[in-house]
């Protein structure tokens, strides 16, 4: 497939599926520069149109520093000093010359990953200051790039991927991946991220391989270079050989075969073998899956995240009551005869911000989102509620609120729904008046009061990615402390336990329900529903087929006594080893 050496880096798998096809890098800073390979005797030559570069980009900064001098003034001319100190940095030059001859690509090529790196450091430093001076490098960088022209045709440049390509990225927010054209993206991978990222969960409801936290993903890797990308393993393979790709041309036949085979299996009832039944539902993000909730046998959607739809990137703004009536009306409609629970607004935190706020949150985490966003914008959080209720006379419908730490904000809520179901009897508009109101489980002082808050809903849903978060205090996105994400803390299983035995129907919508190695506990927990993206759908229905709740509730009691995450985990994952071998 390519002249290259094969190079694999490794990071944490988020979203299942193999990609093969050319990469496109999309640093967050400026776009890569085309790269082609030189020749140990071809480096004099490159140096010296660098140093060309530099020179006429000296010439560029002087004459706008001078410029600006006039206009405004030599304080603010100053800034350009400090270009001008960049553009010679001996920490860059000194990188540049070492990487050249290892690298053997065009200086343009060399010098772009050499301060990308720089940046990246720069923005890891606690230091406002200095993250502050990334922009000057970025612009110090666009000048260089484009001032560096070409000695000679290259002879073996990547071309810029026309169609389709994996794109590499830094980082993605969950605002870029839900932008992300399918058409032409085949995969992605990033620099950052961690499996419980918004970014990752979008991932997979958009059915596109991803693999996140890659070290020096975009120092190492290159526009047009081939590439495939293992979702499955969390691997990027760069030119890969003639044999890799052969095994995985192979391996991507027999997983989706695999995947055909057990979605044969989708009408068939989500019942453990000795009767009881499990609500299986689907999580859904975007319109486009309106389609495949029924495809994939879902009974009904349990988690709508309508973040995604309300501040959706492309958006003129956020839909009105009606607009929001019309697209959940035909979500309902999509999934009659099942119900269809929306979850209200979940803005802020790590996902999309409500509005652009000149103030930066020291803890976004635990600041202005999810239900206290709604509970502060009344009338925005109005019209959505007069929406879904609208939505509910035309099939089954669920609400719920996210993010709740308390009574105080149900109460709240509670009251709002009320106004809203006033005003819509007094202007004669249809809607449920048994629609039923349910509250996320994800804070644990919500958890700890689950036997409370159980008298004021209909159910709850637990979100294991936030309770888990709250609960040992670790980020969801952090790459970091990714590897101490555990879900099966003690911790967290007590707090599921404890608003499982309240008794009112339970789900769990956090990625953990999609863990096959853990359905056991869930089901053993007490869970009366599990809600997951539409691609996790058909394994877990068979892992459910084959269990038995009276043994999972025993291993669930075991597992409540035990002390550590691991021992949990093993717990369950050997009951679901024995209970469906074929699915590991
Ligand atoms: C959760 O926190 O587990 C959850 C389902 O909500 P989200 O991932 O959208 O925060
Ligand atoms: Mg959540």
Redesign the pocket.
Known sequence: MSEEKEQRLTGLPVSPGIAMGMLRVEARDCAAPPMWPIELKDIPSEWERFEAALVRTEAEIEELKQRVERISGASEAAIFDAHLLFLRDSTVLSRLNKELPTRLQNIESVYYAVVQNFMEVMRAVDDPYLRSRVLDIRDVLQRVLRNLKPSSTPTQTHPEPSGNSILAAYELTPGDTADLDKSRVLGFVTETGST?S?TA?LARSLGLPAVVAVPRLVMDSRTGSPAILDGYNGILILNPSAETQKQYNALRAEREKAYSELVQMRDLPTDTLDGRHIRLAA?VEFAHEFKSIRESGAEGVG?Y?TEFFLLGVDAQGMPDEEAQYEHYRRLVEACTPHEVIFRTL?AGGD?LPFEPSPEKEDNPALGWRGIRVSLSRENIFKQQLRAVLRASAHGRVGIMF?MVSGITEVRAALKLMDECREELRQSKIPFDEKMRVGI?I?VPGAAMMADVLAKYVDFFS??????TQYTIAVDRVNHRVASIFRVTHPGVVRLMARTMQTGIPTSI???MGGDISLVPLLVGLGATEISVGTHLLPIVRIAIRHLNYEECRTMAQQALQAEDSATIRELSHRLALKSYPQLF
Do not use: V
Request: aromatic residues 0%; glycine residues 10%; hydrophobic residues 30%.
């Open positions: 419980m918004h969960i999580n988690l995240r979940d996902k996210p996320m994800e637990i979100g294991t990615n936030d309770l919508c956090g990625e």
